[in-house]
């Protein structure tokens, strides 16, 4: 089993920034892949980032999120520059075993959420 927390949320304004945290304990932490997702309200939850070898992005953040991670720690970050309301949602930090589809839901655990408000 992994267990995940995510830690970071709040309110912040257009334009201001955020750094995510998702604490991960459990089973080998390094060689899992890491993702985060999101959801708003009334939508479907989409792909925000993930991290393995390399790094994915989806298109509405590329260029203004960034996704670590701290092996030491077994955690992942997802630092958020340049935020517009629409990125207001619950984000969501899961991890898988294989390495594949990154970018699906198809994740094996999945933490709590924390919620991030942009407002305007």
């Known amino acids: 089993q992994v267990q995940l927390v995510e830690s970071g949320g709040g309110l912040v304004q257009v334009g201001g920034s955020l750094r995510l945290s998702c604490a991960a304990s459990g089973r080998t932490f390094s060689r899992y892949a890491m993702g985060w997702f999101r959801q708003a309200p009334g939508k479907e939850r989409e792909f925000v980032a993930a991290i393995r070898l390399k790094t994915y992005y989806g298109d509405s953040v590329n260029g203004r999120f960034t996704i670590s991670r701290e092996k030491a720690k077994n955690t992942v970050y997802l630092q958020m520059n340049s935020l517009k309301p629409e990125d207001t949602a619950v984000y969501y930090c899961?991890?898988?075993?294989?390495?594949?589809?990154?970018?699906?839901?198809?994740?094996?655990?999945w933490g709590q959420g924390t919620q991030v408000t942009v407002s305007s």
């Open positions: 899961a991890s898988k075993e294989s390495p594949y589809g990154l970018t699906t839901l198809d994740y094996d655990y």
